[in-house]
């Protein structure tokens, strides 16, 4: 069965970066997109950025671009997310997804289980 | 950029009832909207794509409708495990952009 499984929770300074993984199995890792969407403690949901596992080609939300970096790892079947310039509104827990087609519906079937990411002096 | 926007933020009712959610978009997004399910501590569950489709094993109480800018997501009879939250999705310009939610609770 597909699952994605997450990096753990991470507590970082305001400044810092941090990079989280998500590492799906079940299914041929180059065959579809892998998201990555966030949610704020007691908020909605934000989507960040995704990458198309077989060309590496990515894309964010306006409001990441310069600040988060997708990448994978084909020969672990890994994906990465990584933030920088942290702030305290950057703590949330981020979700990696996999989309719902392999012709890239931009729709999410299939989630891991979320990394906490705490911005903390 | 696409604003989607969802109403009521709060939904009360009881089970067996039914639930009808809104989402509006700022401009079309023709068919192409999702609804997803978020229940506290869990990641969300994709119900609806394409404003009609139910994705895989989603029971059939969840209807998707609509078409470019209002759309609507029903659940026939609510059962208990149906309380939760509920997020539109819209996708578009290879971007992905959720609404606020509508919180479906006990009344």
């Known amino acids: 069965q597909v699952q994605l499984v997450q990096s753990g929770a991470e507590v970082k300074k305001p400044g810092a970066s941090v990079k989280l993984s998500c590492k799906p199995s079940?299914?041929?890792?180059?065959?579809?997109?892998v998201h990555w969407v966030r949610q704020a403690p007691g908020q909605g949901l934000e989507w960040v950025g995704a990458i198309n596992p077989s060309t590496g080609g990515t894309t964010q939300a306006p409001k990441f671009q310069g600040r988060v970096t997708v990448t994978r790892d084909t020969s672990t079947s890994t994906v990465y997310m990584e933030l920088s310039s942290l702030r305290y509104d950057d703590t949330a827990v981020y979700y990696c997804a996999r989309d719902k087609d392999t012709v890239t519906a931009f729709y999410f079937d299939h989630w891991g289980q979320g990394s906490l990411v705490t911005v903390s002096s | 950029e696409i604003v989607l926007t969802q109403s009521p933020a709060t939904l009360s009712l009881s089970p067996g009832e039914r639930a009808t959610l809104s989402c509006r978009a700022s401009q079309t997004v023709y068919s192409y909207l999702a609804w997803y399910q978020q229940k506290p501590g869990q990641a969300p569950r994709l119900l609806i794509y394409d404003a009609v489709n139910r994705a895989t094993g989603i029971p059939a109480r969840f209807s998707g409708s609509g078409s470019g800018t209002d759309f609507t997501l029903t659940i026939s009879s609510l059962e208990p495990e149906d309380f939760a939250v509920y997020y539109c999705?819209?996708?578009?310009?290879?971007?992905?952009?959720f609404g606020p939610g509508t919180k479906v609770d006990i009344k």
């Open positions: 999705q819209h996708r578009g310009n290879w971007l992905g952009t």
């Open positions: 079940g299914y041929t890792f180059t065959a579809y997109y």
